[in-house]
């Protein structure tokens, strides 16, 4: 591909040099320039590209995608100056592997709680109806029967556009990505035509990143406005809304495309009815602009309803029959990290969630009550060099709904564990009823995971709540090996035979 072509998607760029030289690559990290690399320059919140066009240069670039202005004289390379190189990196990346998202069906999902298990219950869906998908999201990568690693919920636009590409030379018919609010923000997604987006819900997270929640939001946005940008596909386009989420109404607005709503509480296109939920799954009547039939999921909990219903939504769009729809549900019964089991003959239940907002963990133990005989255990902290003002507002949810709570480390990474601690404890404070709840602070995570289950009795729940599906813990800037279903297991087993 010559420089020409590569810079086509570009707008109104400025160009300084001969655009007829090959290129073979696309980076942003002047690490991986070599000879036939196109570096762009990109502006960061903490590191500036530009200060690395040198060590680009020295390392072989054919090209430089740069923001700033050029200083006076000849460039060694061509350099395409442009107004946003963030942008521009995504753009050329897609442009790099011939477009991708193109020739694929590409659905996004994006909120604060849920987008995980939305994507598994689409793929599920999807496949159920002889379509092949693939998935991209906070769990892991998935390229047909190949997995990979998860580094981000939604990755850098360089990787994105490559995996998009696989799936491509796989034969996937779909794409299902989820749009995080960062990746929305920094453009990660410049490149990309969905041609569906799911929004589940908003609530307080990131505001480390974001300045607000209204500018939180407004990332958010960004994927249902841009559903309405020109691109190159022909087929159908539309946004399916869960509008018993405040914002709701204001997602709708916010797009061209048709919209399909959906509500358990409220009048909408997808409605969820006789809602029954038990440990063991979930049912009810799913009322569509295909008619109403009978649901059934081995999720838990009425917030996996919403789940639910916004997959029907993407299912009833890409032309699938309820009985389909229906299968594909049926074929999820777990999602990584989300109300996971962990089971070894004991007799009480020991769940394991990635809850790590105030509604997240409030829709977990509003699902753990539902479904309880005898006492919550709660085990939980929050993520160091994160958003600190949802630490107290944590605390508080899980003293109100919770009959034992436990504080520990999440992922401290540079913060002083027992500060981050000290801040949930406030909020545990606030909403403590000293006469029905007890807590204690055990800041080393493994050692309170082993208190939660020593305590429980027969009947009980502890659930293990913050990390999830993931496999490590942060502690300063080192990253160790800690996964929660494998500690509870070992504990499990150990206790059960020193009994």
């Known amino acids: 591909m010559t420089l020409a072509q590569l810079i086509a998607p570009l707008e109104a760029p400025e160009v300084n040099g001969n655009l007829d030289v090959g290129v073979s690559d696309v980076t942003d990290d002047s690490r991986r320039v070599k000879p036939g690399s196109v570096f762009v320059a ?70 604060t709680n849920g987008k995980t298990t939305v994507t598994y219950l689409c793929k599920g869906v999807l496949e159920a109806g002889g379509r092949r998908a693939g998935l991209i999201g906070t769990v892991a990568y998935q390229i047909g029967s190949r997995q990979l690693a998860a580094a981000h919920t939604t990755p850098g636009a360089v990787e994105l556009q490559a995996l998009l590409a696989r799936m491509v030379e796989d034969g996937l018919d779909y794409a299902v990505v989820e749009a995080s609010s ?31 929640m209204e500018d939180y939001f407004l990332a958010k946005l960004r994927l249902f406005a841009g559903l309405a940008d020109p691109g190159v596909k022909t087929g159908p386009k539309r946004a399916i809304v869960n509008l018993d989420d405040a914002r709701g109404a204001r997602v709708c607005s916010a797009t061209t495309v ?27 009547t ?22 639910i219903l916004a997959a ?42 990635y809850a790590h907002t105030e509604d997240a963990l409030a829709r977990l133990l509003a699902a753990a009550r539902a479904l309880k005989t005898g006492r919550i255990i709660t085990v939980f902290g929050c993520g160091g060099d994160r958003d600190r003002g949802k630490r107290p507002k944590m605390g508080r949810v899980a003293a109100e709904q919770s009959d034992v709570v436990i504080l520990t480390s999440d992922n401290p990474r540079t913060e002083d564990p027992m500060a981050i601690l000290r801040e949930v404890e406030a909020g545990v404070r606030a909403g403590l009823d000293p006469a029905r709840v007890r807590y204690q602070v055990i800041a080393d995570r493994r050692q309170a995971i082993e ?22 813990q942060i502690l300063g800037s080192t990253r160790i090996h800690f996964d929660d279903r494998e500690i509870a297991l070992e504990i499990l087993q150990r206790v059960a035979h020193s009994q």
């Open 258 to 284: 048709p919209v399909w709503t959906y509500s358990v509480k409220h009048r909408s296109d997808i409605q969820a009815q006789d809602v029954r939920l038990s440990i063991s799954g979930t049912t009810f």
């Open 286 to 307: 799913a009322v569509t602009p295909a008619g109403g039939f009978q649901v059934e999921s081995r999720l838990v909990g009425e917030h996996n309803v919403y789940n």
């Open 42 to 111: 990109v502006k960061g919140y903490q590191v500036d590209g530009h200060a690395y066009v040198r060590q680009a240069l020295a390392a072989g670039a054919s090209a430089l995608v740069i923001q700033e202005p050029w200083p006076k004289g000849p460039a060694a390379v061509p350099v395409i100056r442009v107004r946003d190189s963030r942008r521009a990196l995504g753009l050329l990346a897609s442009r790099l592997h011939h477009d991708p998202s193109a020739r694929l069906r590409l659905i996004g999902i994006t909120g």
């Open 182 to 212: 960062h990746a929305l923000a920094l453009d990660r997604t410049a490149g990309c035509e969905f041609d569906v987006a799911v929004f589940t819900n908003l609530t307080q997270d990131h505001l480390d990143f974001h300045a607000d």
């Open 451 to 472: 208190a939660a289950i020593r305590e429980a009795k027969r009947g009980d729940m502890v659930l293990l709540a913050g990390k999830g599906h993931e496999d490590y």
């Open 312 to 353: 029907i939504g993407v299912g009833l769009q890409e032309g699938l029959s309820p009985d389909t729809i229906r299968q594909g549900l049926l074929a999820v019964t777990t999602i990584p990290g989300r109300f996971e089991r962990v089971e070894a003959g004991q007799d009480f239940s020991v769940i394991v969630d």
